[in-house]
């Protein structure tokens, strides 16, 4: 029987996926086709792929009119196997291990390609064992700062209290970023068992996965997918038939930016209004409904499975300095070859921008990369040479956060994106703090009168970034002026073209 794979992932359906299988159904109505998540190569999808003695052959992008010929072998879309397609071929797989290669929501799929592993020698180790293997990978937050994993699970398993709690962070809401969408919704079982070994770990017996409502599709199958780990004994009362219990829903949030923030989750998850707490008390030791409670990004506790499976030595082999393991990077912009790449650390920004973005899409030179969503640093070309690693990227002036590469050719003004940075600041504020609050609203009213040919303003712009960066609550104000000085002092150009425009 002919197997045929048309991702379900939200890029792929937002780009026709799902006529393309309705094409596939009415054209084989006796093909077996199974809805996957996306290889991560966006700028092929719709991708097919039709499974050919044991090989699966790539076509694409498609359209509902090319499935006829994708079919009978004669498409001129035809890539080869997805393996031997240079972007995926150079990866390391190992948090996306299984994502586009199997059915989301078939746990005989996920078993089948090393899923559970992990969970059944994780049930053979103690608790103290079990942070000390996360300890001793390096694994470290890949939401955003970069902390490390095992000393926060560390610290909530030597916490005394009569529940605890495992919070996934799927608020994913920096711009240029989606591996958190695609991995929950190509390998949503991955998530769940990372969060079950996490709650062993440290003696937690309930978790949530909190996701953002304009994940629809996420929601969808991050559900399905628990409802089927329950019924088979990976949640409840007895994981896997073990004493240990542990059990997870999914909650959705509206949408605020602020929420991705770890305590404004918390008070979102608890029905409250999603704003930053002051710390201390941590949520370490007092999270969620004052529990001690271990709040991690989805890929962080999506990589939790592989470091079981394979041994912690085996991920520490990869990376650079402090950065170990894998990060899959996202590279969207003004890019030719935009999508997922999951690599070792220690790439350089131009190996990721030209060599594995191939460059802008518009074939105008790169002026500037923003690395970690709308928060993050501007970098010239002259900062390239930067690996990609948390302390490497942040001694060149910017932020890893959650890798996401947003690209731009030298046609943008450095100064507009300056605003948007504080006006997105402004919008999303959630008002707790005054560094915050009245800070980007100034800012915005600043870096107008700088474009207005006021340079009196620029002293004034320094003086207010370093106020919001030292006395902000919580990133969303600490981390603002990073996009703005990056601006200003790699593209002064920018800024005084627009004075002498006004002169």
Aim: aromatic share 6%.
């Amino acid at each position: 029987m002919m197997k045929v794979y048309v991702p379900r992932d939200a890029a792929a359906r937002a780009l026709g996926a799902d006529s393309v299988a309705a094409a596939v159904k009415a054209a084989a109505p006796d093909a077996a086709l199974v809805r996957n998540g996306s290889r991560g190569m966006v700028w092929l999808e719709p991708l097919v792929e039709v499974e050919q003695n044991g090989e699966r052959i790539a076509y694409g992008p498609a359209t509902a009119a090319d499935v006829p010929a994708i079919l009978d072998g004669t498409s001129t879309l035809k890539l080869g196997p997805v393996e031997s397609i240079p972007f995926f071929a150079n990866q390391t797989r190992l948090t996306f291990q299984r994502v586009g290669l199997i059915d989301p929501l078939s746990l005989e799929d996920y078993k089948a390609n090393g899923g559970l592993k992990g969970l059944e020698k994780a049930l053979t180790m103690d608790s103290a064992g079990i942070v000390a293997e996360v300890t001793e990978s390096g694994l470290r937050g890949r939401g955003g700062a970069g902390f490390p994993t095992g000393i926060k699970w560390k610290t909530v398993a030597e916490a005394k209290a009569d529940q605890k709690y495992i919070v996934c962070n799927a608020d994913e809401g920096d711009s240029g970023t989606f591996a958190d969408r695609m991995l929950m919704e190509g390998d949503p079982f991955c998530l769940i068992e990372g969060m079950v070994i996490a709650g062993i770990g440290v003696g937690a017996t309930k978790g949530y996965v909190y996701i953002r409502s304009e994940y629809p599709d996420a929601i969808e199958v991050m559900e399905a997918a628990v409802d089927l780990a329950r019924k088979a004994g990976i949640l409840g009362k007895s994981v896997l038939g073990s004493s240990h219990a542990f059990d997870m829903e999914v909650r959705v949030g509206a949408g605020a930016y602020v929420c991705g923030e770890e305590t404004s989750l918390l008070n979102s998850l608890e029905g409250k209004r999603g704003t930053v707490r002051a710390k201390p008390p941590l949520p370490a030791l007092q999270g969620l409904f004052g529990k001690p409670t271990v709040v991690n990004n989805v890929l962080s506790l999506g990589t939790v499975p592989v470091i079981f499976e394979k041994g912690a030595g085996f991920y520490k082999d990869f990376g650079v300095g402090r950065s170990r393991g894998t990060m899959p990077l996202q590279i969207a912009g003004n890019v030719k070859h935009g999508g997922l790449y999951e690599t070792a650390f220690g790439l350089t920004l131009d190996e990721v921008v030209n060599g594995i973005g191939g460059g802008t899409a518009s074939g105008r030179p790169v002026k500037a990369v923003q690395i970690g969503g709308p928060l993050g640093a501007y970098l010239p070309a002259s900062k390239f040479d930067t690996p990609i690693g948390y302390e490497e990227v942040d001694k060149a002036g910017g932020l890893l956060g959650h890798a996401g590469f947003t690209i731009f050719d030298d046609t943008v003004d450095m100064l507009g994106m300056a605003r948007f940075a504080m006006e997105f600041c402004a919008v999303e504020s959630c008002g707790k703090c005054t560094p915050c609050r009245i800070g980007a609203v100034r800012g915005v009213e600043t870096i107008d009168r700088i474009a207005k040919g006021d340079a009196a303003g620029i002293p004034i712009l320094t003086d207010l970034c370093e106020t919001m960066k030292d006395g902000s609550l919580c990133a969303l104000g600490g981390f603002t002026p990073f996009p703005v000085m990056s601006a200003l002092t790699h593209f002064p150009d920018d800024f005084s073209a627009a004075k002498e425009a006004a002169e």
